[in-house]
């Protein structure tokens, strides 16, 4: 089940300019399987009309808080919901949630609701920097709703480059995901993911690397820090965007991944290697570039370091290791193998040669084999949704682990 299927969402929008992307924010809500509630304060309402909120959610907007017809209105929207997202909210906004205030429908809600609340605020640099506004944001922190910082970026016209944009749509749909996420087993724990191909230079211009496009290892750092963990992504070049909430490391080459990995491994309680490291490397690299003109170049290899047996030593006690194999012959022979030699908890196992699985492609069919002898055979199905199956299984170890 995707994370807003039958899901109840309020989406307040109060009186800034932010008002036109809550519009494209209602929408993805929407797409992503929500019923969405839509409240509008009497400020924005000068900003967006209803009609439009209307038309992309399939729903009534929320009526004023006085409306005869509708007295219990905001007693029965804040029962109904799952979450509370107020996007964009204003600084008018933060100070009377932060007060307990209780004039419109949305602030009522807000004290009438016990479901999670999601406050994105928006507004002029000089306002967010104002310690009032800051000590408003900070109450409501206190209290228990998650707040989002500003993005730092163009305001209004003429205003010039500032913190006090409102996160982009799709931001804040994945810090909803992750506040609608009913599993929190992994709450408190570090997990690393790495993800992408890796260059080994051959001289200044030239590399040797893979067709990985980090699609798995992205998936699966989305879905497990929407699972409460706290995950550090360590990547090469990524044909996806970078997940949202999640710390990023870039790095170059397999040593450079290595070191990264090294660097997080001592604390973490899960290490999940779906990055494609390149295997060979020059085994001296040209300062100069290599002439086109003349005798072709022959360019002796070497193996590059391999992370999961270099960093063996540096796992902590019951940290649950997951690789990944992609192979082209004798697959779960191979497999099998590089988990023994490596000292792997998991090992997911997939055929380069298959159609809509391995690299570049946003599906995947895989073979899970376990240190345990277990062997799970899920269908071709999303990167996205593999992940999900990948971290039931990195979490049903971690159970029995600790
Ligand atoms: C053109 C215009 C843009 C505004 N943009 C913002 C804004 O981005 N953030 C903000 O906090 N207030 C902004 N305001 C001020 C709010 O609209 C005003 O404080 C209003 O009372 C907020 O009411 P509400 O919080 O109930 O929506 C803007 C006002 C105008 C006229």
């Not at 006085?66 to 933060?94: K, Q, S, W």
Request: net charge neutral; charged share 20%; glycine share 8%.
């Amino acid at each position: 089940m995707r994370p807003f299927d039958r899901r109840r969402v309020i989406l307040g929008v109060t009186g800034g300019i932010a008002c036109y992307k809550s519009v494209t924010l209602a929408r993805l809500l929407t797409q992503a399987g929500a019923a969405v509630d839509v409240i509008l304060s009497r400020a924005a309402r000068e900003f967006v009309g209803a009609i439009t909120f209307e038309a992309v959610t399939g729903r009534p907007v929320a009526p004023e808080i006085l409306a005869p017809g509708h007295a219990l209105a905001h007693i029965r929207l804040a029962r109904e919901t799952d979450l509370v997202i107020v996007a964009p909210a204003t600084a008018d906004l933060l100070a009377r949630a932060a007060q307990g205030r209780a004039d419109d429908q949305l602030t009522a809600v807000l004290l009438a609701t016990r479901a999670p609340v999601l406050v994105a605020p928006a507004m002029n640099d000089g306002m967010w920097s104002h310690v009032l506004v800051l000590q408003n944001a900070q109450v409501l922190r206190a209290i228990g709703h998650t707040v989002l910082d500003p993005d730092t970026g163009p305001l209004a016209f003429g205003e010039g480059i500032g913190p006090g944009r409102m996160p982009e749509p799709e931001t804040i749909l994945a810090h909803a995901s992750r506040l609608l996420e009913t599993s929190t087993v992994l709450a408190g724990r570090k997990v690393i993911v790495t993800a992408g191909p890796t260059r080994e230079a051959l001289d200044p211009v030239r590399f040797i690397s893979n067709h990985s496009s980090g699609r798995m290892g992205v998936a699966l750092a989305a879905a497990a820090w929407r699972r409460g963990a706290d995950v550090t992504l360590v990547h090469g070049p990524l044909e996806v965007p970078l997940p949202v909430g999640v710390g990023c490391v870039r790095v170059h080459s397999t040593a450079e991944m290595r070191e990264a990995v090294a660097a997080a491994l001592p604390t973490a309680d899960a290490l999940i290697m779906a990055a494609a490291p390149a295997d060979f490397g020059a085994a001296t690299v040209s300062a100069q570039k290599l002439k086109k003109s003349g005798a072709t170049p022959v360019i002796a290899l070497e193996h590059t370091v391999d992370i999961l047996e270099s960093t063996r030593a540096l796992r902590r006690p019951g940290a649950v290791i997951m690789g990944f194999a992609l192979e082209t012959t004798n697959i779960e022979a191979h497999a099998r193998e590089k988990m023994q030699r490596k000292g792997l908890d998991f090992i997911v196992a997939n055929d380069a040669t298959e159609d809509g699985a391995g690299f570049g492609v946003d599906t995947n069919r895989v073979v899970i084999l376990d240190a345990r002898g277990g062997r799970d055979t899920p269908p071709l199905m999303p990167k996205t949704q593999l992940a999900e199956v990948l971290l039931d299984h990195v979490i049903a170890a971690l159970g029995t682990a600790s």
